[in-house]
């Protein structure tokens, strides 16, 4: 069983300052996701990885695979960023309807 | 952008009683799932379902819980003697295809069992 953990837990920043989000996981997947959760509660599904590293506007996600490790970052990152980011893992089951794996979570604040 | 629609947005129910929270999922996608989230705990995997079937469950998904897509397109998840426990944020999410492509998940509804 795959255990997907997140760290830090809680973060707080400054307007325009870089933010990493660091995820591992212990076992082999087969694609690895980042998540965004607001406080309504609502998930929106930002990246999904399997190798490399990806880029959508002010966000980068990278994943290494030798070390089970990603990472998401945010540049320039702004009060909108607010929300909890959450890394969640698929593992490989030989299927295409794997659940995920989802670790805590990450509480970002991003202050003015 | 297609959408997974969740109904309702919130549901009481008294402890015992049966609930069925329903999830209308993107139209062409064809892999569908549900998970639950208690309050300030990680989201949890409850089942997949693929080909009008269950292709995964979770220890979680136990005899009270079924799924069911009645119609081909509301992709149900019927709790049949709620407990306090399950009071829970429940997420539908549904993907188009196995492996390349990521989720798309509904606003939830959040269930309060009393």
Avoid at chain 2, 54 to 60: H, L, M, T
Wanted: with cysteine; hydrophobic share 35%; glycine share 8%.
């Amino acid at each position: 069983k795959n255990e997907v953990e997140q760290s830090p837990q809680n973060l707080t920043a400054q307007e325009g300052e870089f933010i990493t989000i660091n995820c591992s996981y212990s076992v082999g997947i087969s694609a690895l996701h980042w998540l965004q959760q607001h406080p309504g509660g609502g998930i929106v599904s930002l990246f999904m990885l399997s190798s490399g590293k990806k880029k959508h506007g002010r966000l980068i996600a990278t994943i290494n695979i030798q070390e089970k490790h990603s990472s998401l970052h945010i540049t320039a990152s702004h009060p909108r960023d607010s929300a909890v980011y959450i890394c969640a893992a698929t593992s490989y089951s030989g299927g295409g309807a794997d659940g995920l794996t989802f670790g805590k979570g990450t509480h970002l604040i991003i202050q003015p | 952008e297609p959408e997974v629609t969740q109904t309702p947005s919130h549901q009481v129910t008294q402890m015992g009683q049966e609930v069925i929270l329903r999830c209308v999922p993107i139209s062409n996608h064809l892999y569908f799932y549900w998970y639950r989230q208690i309050l300030g705990q990680k989201v949890e995997f409850l089942v997949s379902f693929y080909n009008n079937e269950i292709s995964e469950k979770s220890e979680i998904f136990d005899d009270q819980f079924s799924v069911e897509r009645p119609d081909g397109s509301n992709f149900t998840l019927k709790i049949r003697s709620t407990k306090l426990e399950d009071s829970a944020m429940y997420f539908c999410a549904s993907k188009e295809w196995a492996k390349d492509y990521g989720y798309t998940f509904g606003s939830g509804t959040r269930l309060t069992v009393v």
